[in-house]
C-alpha cells in the first residue's frame, strides 16, 4: 500500500505519540525522584518537629501508646511515627502493633511485614524518633497527583492528532480534485486542465498533463484530418465504378459490354490501390513498429520480381544494380513498400519501351538506393509538391493514388533516412533514398 | 440535345459520357476550364455538367464568369464537396442543380431533363405542339392522339425543333445539337432523318424554308 496521506499521518501521529511517550516517562521518572526526595524530606521535617514540640516524659509514654487509637494499620495519616527510650523500649507507636522495628540514624528503606518502608530516625538525647511511610502509600499519592498531569497531556496529544488529520486531509484536497475533475472528463474533451489556486507541487504535474492533451488533439485532429482527406478522396473512385457498373447494366451490345467490363475492373484496380495505400498512410500515422535488420538487396529482387509482369507488359529494360547485400536496421514491411511505391511509379510514368533501373550503393557513411526511370520526370518547380498526400501531377489520368510519394517521404523519415528528386541520366526522373550509418549494418562485396 | 460535360476525371468521365450518350443525348466532353470556356464561345449547349474538381481553376469562378458573359445554359454542378455551405455556394454561383459524388447515371440524367425543362419554362414532361403531344421522359409522340414510333435521332430532331415554336433552325444548329465530338456525321444524315420524321408525323409539318432552315409548324 503506497499512500502519501498515509505516510504522512501513520509517521506524524508515530513521531507525536512517540514524543509523547517518551517525555511523559521522564517526566514521571524526574516527578517521580523528586516526589521521593520531598517525600523523605518531609519525614525528616517531621521527625524534627516532633523533637522541637518536645516529647512528652516518659511516664507519660506508655498511656500515650495506650491511647493511640487506629484501627487501619495504615493509618489515615501519610506517616507513621514512633519513638523509643535509650534502651530501645517502644515509648509511642502511632500503629496498634508498634510499626516498623527501629533503625539507625538517618533514611533507611526496609521491608517489614511484605511492605517496603521509607523511614527517618533521629537520636536526640535519650529519645530515638522514627518517621516512616509505605513505598505503596507514597505510590498511591503519586499517582493521584499524576493524573491531574496527564489527563492534560493525553487530551493535547488527541487534540494534536485531531488537527494533523485535518490539516493533512486539507493539504491533499487538490489531488482530489484533480482526480475528480479527471475523471469527469469525456474522451473527446482534450481542452487544458484548470485547478482554482493549485498548489506549487501540483503545478508541474497540471503542466505536463496539459502538455500531453495538446499533443494527443493535435494527433486526433491530424488523424480526422485524414480521414475527411480519404473519404474526400475516395468518392471520385467510387463514382467511376458506380457508373461503369449502372451503364454495363444498360448496354445490349455484347462487344461494348465486354469493353465495359474491363473499364469497371480497371476502375475497381484504381479504388483498391487507394484504399491499400490510405490504410499504409494511417499505419504510418499510428504506432511505431519494431526494428530489424533488413537487407536492402533481397528486398529490392523481391519487389522487382513481384512487378516484373507490370514491367513485361510495358516492355521495358530494366536491372538491378547492388552489392551482395546491403542491411540497415528497420522495419521491413515499411521498407518494402517504400522500395515498391517508388519501382511502382517508375513503372507508370515510363512510356512503353523505356528504361528503368534500380541501384544499391554502399560507402563508409550510407548506403544509397536509386531508382531511375526514362519517363517525363518530374520538373523542378513541382518536386516540392509532390511530397504533399492526395498531389498528383496528372490529376483524373491513371491509376495514381497521390499518395505514394508522402507515404515514402513518411516511411524514410521513421527510419532517419533521406529521400531527393533529380533528372536521372536515364531522361527521366532519379529518386534517392540515403540512409546514414550506422544505421547500415554489414556489407560485402 | 447537346451536353457539355466537364470533367477531369478518365473513368468518371467516359463513363458519364457513355452514359449521357445513352440517354439520347449529344455530348461533348472537356477535362479543364480553359477549354471549356473554348467550347462555349463555338456553341451553345442546351445544358452543362461541371465536375467542381478540376485541376486548371474554380469551377464555381467560372460559372459565374459564364453567367456574367451571357451563357444561360442550365448547369448541374457535380462534385466531392457535399457539406450545405458548399451546395449554397453551388447554387448561388449560379448553378442550377446540385449533385454529390458519387451519383447515379439515372438521377444525373433525370436532373440534366428537369433543368432543361424549367430552362424552358416547361412545367411537365409533356410538350403539346397543336395537336403533337410530346411525352419527354418516355421520349414517344402522339399525332392526334396515335402513338407514332419514332427512332431516338428523331425524338432529339423533333424536341429540338419544338423547343422553341415557330423558330428556324439552321442545318447546322440542327446538327450541332443533335452530335457531339467524335461522332462521325454523314453530309446528308440531318437530310435523312428529315425525311424520316416528316413521313412519320404526316402533313406538312417541317417546313423547309429555302436558305434558311427548317421549322415546326404547329397544327391544330
Known amino acids: ?445 | 440535345m447537346k451536353l457539355l460535360l466537364i470533367e477531369d476525371d478518365d473513368m468518371v468521365g467516359r463513363a458519364t459520357r457513355h452514359g449521357l450518350l445513352h440517354a439520347h443525348y449529344a455530348v461533348d466532353w472537356v477535362r479543364n476550364l480553359r477549354l471549356a470556356s473554348q467550347a462555349c464561345t463555338q456553341q451553345r449547349y442546351d445544358a452543362m455538367v461541371l465536375d467542381l474538381g478540376l485541376p486548371d481553376g474554380d469551377g464555381l469562378a467560372w460559372l459565374r464568369q459564364q453567367r456574367q458573359t451571357g451563357n444561360a445554359a442550365p448547369t448541374i454542378v457535380v462534385t466531392a464537396r457535399d457539406a450545405i455551405p458548399d451546395r449554397v455556394n453551388g447554387l448561388n454561383s449560379g448553378a442550377d442543380d446540385y449533385l454529390p459524388k458519387p451519383f447515379d447515371m439515372a438521377e444525373l440524367v433525370a436532373r440534366i431533363s428537369a433543368i432543361m425543362r424549367r430552362h424552358h419554362g416547361q412545367a411537365s414532361t409533356h410538350m403539346a405542339i397543336g395537336d403533337l403531344q410530346l411525352d419527354l421522359s418516355a421520349r414517344s409522340v402522339r399525332v392526334a392522339g396515335q402513338e407514332v414510333t419514332l427512332s431516338a435521332r428523331e425524338f432529339a430532331l423533333l424536341e429540338c425543333l419544338a423547343s422553341k415554336p415557330g423558330a428556324v433552325w439552321s442545318k447546322a444548329k440542327l446538327e450541332s445539337s443533335l452530335y457531339g465530338w467524335g461522332q462521325e456525321i454523314a453530309s446528308n444524315a440531318l437530310e435523312v432523318h428529315i425525311h424520316h420524321l416528316r413521313k412519320k408525323l404526316g402533313a406538312p409539318r417541317i417546313v423547309n424554308i429555302r436558305g434558311v432552315g427548317f421549322q415546326l409548324k404547329t397544327l391544330p
Not at chain 1, 65 to 94: I, K
Not at chain 1, 184 to 198: E, G, I, S
Open chain 1, 1 to 445: 500500500m503506497n499512500s502519501i496521506r498515509r505516510h504522512l499521518l501513520v509517521w506524524q501521529l508515530a513521531a507525536l505519540l512517540l514524543t509523547g511517550l517518551v517525555s511523559t516517562l521522564v517526566a514521571y521518572g524526574v516527578a517521580w525522584e523528586t516526589f521521593n526526595r520531598q517525600r523523605d524530606d518531609s519525614l525528616a521535617q517531621i521527625a524534627y518537629s516532633i523533637i522541637r514540640h518536645g516529647t512528652t516524659s516518659d511516664t507519660d509514654a506508655s498511656s500515650a501508646a495506650a491511647t493511640e487509637d487506629t484501627s487501619d494499620p495504615a493509618d489515615q495519616g501519610d506517616f507513621v511515627s514512633q519513638l523509643w527510650d535509650a534502651r530501645g523500649q517502644l515509648l509511642y507507636a502511632s500503629l496498634t502493633n508498634g510499626g516498623p522495628p527501629r533503625q539507625g540514624a538517618g533514611l533507611h528503606t526496609f521491608t517489614w511485614h511484605g511492605q517496603f518502608w521509607h523511614s527517618f530516625t533521629v537520636i536526640d538525647g535519650d529519645l530515638t524518633i522514627q518517621v516512616a511511610n509505605t513505598h505503596e502509600r507514597r505510590g498511591d499519592v503519586f499517582r493521584t497527583l499524576s493524573v491531574n498531569a496527564w489527563i492534560p497531556l493525553a487530551v493535547m496529544i488527541a487534540l494534536l492528532s485531531a488537527a494533523i488529520w485535518w490539516l493533512v486531509r486539507r493539504a491533499l484536497a487538490p489531488l482530489q480534485t484533480l482526480q475528480q475533475a479527471l475523471s469527469q472528463r469525456q474522451a473527446a474533451d482534450l481542452n487544458a486542465l484548470a485547478l482554482v489556486r493549485p498548489p506549487d507541487e501540483l503545478l508541474p504535474v497540471l503542466d505536463a498533463l496539459n502538455g500531453l492533451l495538446v499533443r494527443v488533439q493535435a494527433a486526433m485532429q491530424a488523424q480526422q484530418r485524414f480521414i475527411a482527406d480519404a473519404a474526400h478522396e475516395l468518392r471520385t473512385p467510387l463514382t467511376a465504378l458506380r457508373l461503369q457498373a449502372q451503364i454495363l447494366g444498360d448496354e445490349t451490345d455484347p462487344l461494348v459490354r465486354g469493353r465495359l467490363v474491363q473499364e469497371l475492373l480497371s476502375g475497381v484496380a484504381r479504388a483498391s490501390r487507394l484504399i491499400d495505400q490510405l490504410l499504409k498512410a494511417a499505419q504510418l500515422d499510428a504506432a511505431a513498429t519494431p526494428h530489424t535488420a533488413v537487407d536492402l538487396v533481397g528486398l529490392c529482387q523481391e519487389v522487382l520480381i513481384g512487378l516484373s509482369p507490370m514491367i513485361d507488359a510495358k516492355g521495358l529494360a530494366w536491372g538491378l544494380d547492388a552489392p551482395a547485400s546491403a542491411t540497415v536496421n528497420g522495419d521491413l514491411a515499411g521498407l518494402r513498400m517504400l522500395v515498391s511505391n517508388l519501382v511502382d511509379n517508375a513503372i507508370r510514368y515510363t512510356p512503353v519501351g523505356g528504361q528503368l533501373n534500380v541501384a544499391l550503393t554502399i560507402d563508409i557513411e550510407h548506403v544509397q538506393l536509386t531508382v531511375d526511370d526514362s519517363g517525363p520526370g518530374i520538373a523542378p518547380p513541382l518536386r516540392e509538391r509532390v511530397w504533399d498526400r492526395f498531389f498528383r501531377l496528372h490529376p483524373g489520368a491513371g491509376e495514381g493514388s497521390g499518395l505514394g510519394l508522402s507515404i515514402v517521404r513518411q516511411i524514410a523519415e521513421q527510419h532517419r533516412a533521406q529521400v531527393s528528386l533529380d533528372t536521372s541520366p536515364l531522361g527521366g526522373l532519379r529518386v534517392a533514398v540515403l540512409w546514414p550509418l550506422p544505421a547500415a549494418a554489414t556489407h560485402a562485396h
